[in-house]
């Protein structure tokens, strides 16, 4: 069975630009969430969408967004990039919301983004 | 705030030297704690979730334990390719995100 894709792999940006990352889920899996990890440290929640909802939200800036489409894929978008934003950022899927009493997320391999 | 904390932060072992990686949480209501693994450059590999303290699981030589502030990831008998970061995360009451801590680098000589 496939697990969670993300695409691309490697992206390097330049301050200031925009950027779309896209994932996704596993077959059957309603739920999709975000997460930024920087070099050394776990990973920082920055969104989870249920169902084509908003279902969580981190503390990140404005500048962050995504949607969930009806296929359950998902795209995480990135404004007016910063140098600080430079992470791994990984896509999680889980078969239901958080909310569900049995919860397990699945991560992908990533998107390391670079920004200079 | 919820926090994680795991400890040590790195640990060196010998192949056949088994230890125990510990996970500490402060939260409002655990719903959930999860380990995962991660290998450089790659995303978290499911390990396992507990749900409530006294809650065992295994698989291989890595076994989980829960108590009501802290779990346990015990390996026996590790192997070189056990080396990886593991991570321990929480799902607390009211929430719809994983709390991570910051990792535990293990690395297994031969």
């Known amino acids: 069975d496939a697990g969670v894709t993300q695409s691309p792999t490697h992206l390097i940006k330049t301050r200031g630009q925009h950027v779309t990352l896209r994932c996704s889920p596993i077959s059957g899996h309603k739920s999709v969430s975000w997460y930024q990890q920087v070099l050394g440290q776990g990973p920082q929640f920055i969104f989870q969408?249920?169902?084509?909802?908003?279902?969580g939200r981190g503390n990140f800036p404005d500048r962050f967004s995504a949607r969930q489409f009806p296929n359950y894929s998902s795209e995480l978008n990135v404004n007016a990039l910063l140098l600080g934003d430079s992470a791994l950022y990984l896509c999680?899927?889980?078969?239901?919301?958080?909310?569900?009493?049995?919860?397990?997320?699945?991560f992908g391999p990533g998107t390391r983004l670079t920004v200079t | 705030e919820d926090q994680v904390t795991q400890s040590p932060e790195a640990l060196r072992l010998q192949e056949g030297e088994s230890s125990s990686l510990n996970c500490s949480y402060t939260?409002?209501?655990?719903?959930?704690l999860f380990w995962y693994r991660q290998d450089p450059g790659k995303g978290p590999e499911f390990l396992f979730t507990?749900?409530?303290a006294g809650e065992e699981k295994e698989k291989e030589r890595l076994k989980a334990t829960l108590t009501k502030k802290e779990s346990f990831l015990h390996i026996t008998a590790p192997k070189p390719e056990d080396s990886a970061t593991y991570l321990c995360a929480v799902l607390t009451g009211g929430s719809e995100k994983l709390v991570f801590g910051k990792g535990m680098k293990l690395t297994v000589n031969p």
């Open positions: 969408y249920y169902e084509k909802e908003e279902r």
């Open positions: 939260v409002s209501g655990l719903r959930g």
């Open positions: 999680a899927s889980s078969p239901e919301g958080a909310m569900s009493s049995s919860y397990e997320q699945y």
């Open positions: 507990l749900y409530s």
